[in-house]
């Protein structure tokens, strides 16, 4: 795992990263003006198949986001399930509504096109990464 190249995807602070069962991650998150800390741990860890991370501290009132590795046609498919919700009840389900799930869809999209040009030769690429592999539950 080249965690250089992959953390250019993300804002991960650790200055190094050995992940595994019970890893914590710390990263600051741009959110409109403001800067956020959220902080997961990887609670489920089955290389080279699955990894399951769940946050401890951070915006969500729960998020838990299982990644799953699988070969299909000779190339490895990253498939992610993000399960979350939001604080403040009401209040968050409209910003929910309003901007929090467009964002998340952003996000990963952003995500699934900075990882396919780390590891996808661009003839696969250009045919593939319009049909997206992360569900969001919310």
Same mark, same amino acid.
């Given at each position: 795992?080249?965690? +250089? ?12 990263? +050995? ?7 710390? !990263? ?21 198949? +699955? ?7 951070? &915006? !969500? ?43 998340? +869809?952003?996000?990963?999209? !952003? ?9 996808? &030769? ?9 049909? &997206? ?6």
């Amino acid at each position: 795992l080249d965690v +250089e190249r992959l953390r250019s995807v993300g804002q991960l602070n650790e200055e190094r990263l +050995e992940l595994g069962e019970g890893s914590r991650i710390e !990263y600051r998150i741009r959110w409109s003006v403001l800067t956020l800390r959220w902080v997961t741990r990887i609670t489920r860890w089955r290389a080279p198949h +699955e990894f399951e991370d769940v946050q401890e501290a951070g &915006p !969500y009132a729960r998020w838990i986001h299982r990644h799953r590795f699988s070969e299909r046609e000779g190339v490895v498919v990253m498939e992610d399930r993000v399960d979350y919700a939001l604080p403040f009840g009401p209040l968050g389900s409209l910003v929910h509504r309003l901007r929090v799930r467009r964002q998340l +869809e952003e996000i990963f999209a !952003y995500r699934r096109r900075a990882i396919a040009g780390i590891f996808i &030769p661009l003839d696969f690429r250009l045919s593939t990464l319009d049909s &997206p592999v992360t569900t969001i539950v919310h």
